[in-house]
């Protein structure tokens, strides 16, 4: 089954605390992309990835990390977690760019205390 | 930085009603347009895509897209209770530097009530 995997699903962490999100996709896209979700913002773009080691910055990067060393891979980093970083996050893939359709993993609701 | 609006909702229809979702985007380069659905709890889906302008139309779903105007719409007939869910409306500018981003306007609620 084609899909974008996420995990955890779910956590909670305390301020400073180094975590990791993980995100997987199995359809061999291009293309991938981090987005939190804050109530009454949409979804906001963190980072993305146009291919293997090319990441770039979306409109909200600040206090996140991510890599590409594989083409299904991709995981974000928070290195210092701060309250405000409490969202729910979304990955998701595409073909070959922003300009394609974009398929969701399952989100991830992060709460940072 | 760019910017995609959304009428404000929540907007309610009754079951069977035409509903209309609105779209305003910020950067005259923008290339493509989705709209996206979002139930509560889950993640985007998508509903429709529109490239050129014009209308297109997909079963019960059409899209307007007038770049002049800089706007995007989604028509939803006949609504249906299943439609009741948060619709967001997302834009690329295609080529440059921002051939990767993809933004997206703060979402529209709609609800359907029988």
């Known amino acids: 089954e084609a899909q974008v995997t996420q995990n955890p699903r779910y956590l909670i962490t305390v301020t400073g605390k180094k975590l990791t999100v993980t995100c997987s996709q199995n359809m061999n896209h291009e293309y991938m992309s981090w987005y939190r979700q804050d109530p009454g913002l949409g979804l906001r773009q963190i980072y993305y990835s146009m291919n293997v080691e090319v990441t770039d910055k979306g409109d909200v990067p600040e206090g996140y990390k991510v890599s590409r060393k594989e083409k299904r891979n991709f995981p974000l980093i928070l290195e210092s977690p701060s309250p405000n970083q409490t969202s729910l996050y979304f990955c998701a893939s595409s073909p070959h760019g922003a300009r394609d359709i974009q398929y969701f993993g399952a989100g991830t609701r992060l709460s940072v205390l | 930085q760019k910017e995609v609006e959304q009428n404000s909702g929540p907007l309610s229809v009754p079951e069977g009603a035409i509903a209309s979702l609105n779209c305003t985007y910020s950067d005259r380069g923008s290339q493509s347009f989705f709209w996206y659905r979002q139930y509560s709890g889950k993640s985007p889906e998508l509903i429709m895509f529109i490239y050129s302008n014009g209308d297109k139309e997909d079963g019960r779903f059409t899209a307007q897209l007038n770049k002049a105007s800089q706007y995007v719409s989604l028509l939803i007939r006949d609504s249906q209770p299943s439609d009741s869910a948060t619709y967001l409306c997302?834009?690329?500018?295609?080529?440059?530097?921002?051939?990767?981003?993809?933004?997206f306007g703060q979402g529209t609620i709609l609800t359907v009530h029988p």
């Open positions: 997302a834009v690329n500018e295609a080529g440059g530097t921002s051939y990767g981003k993809l933004t």
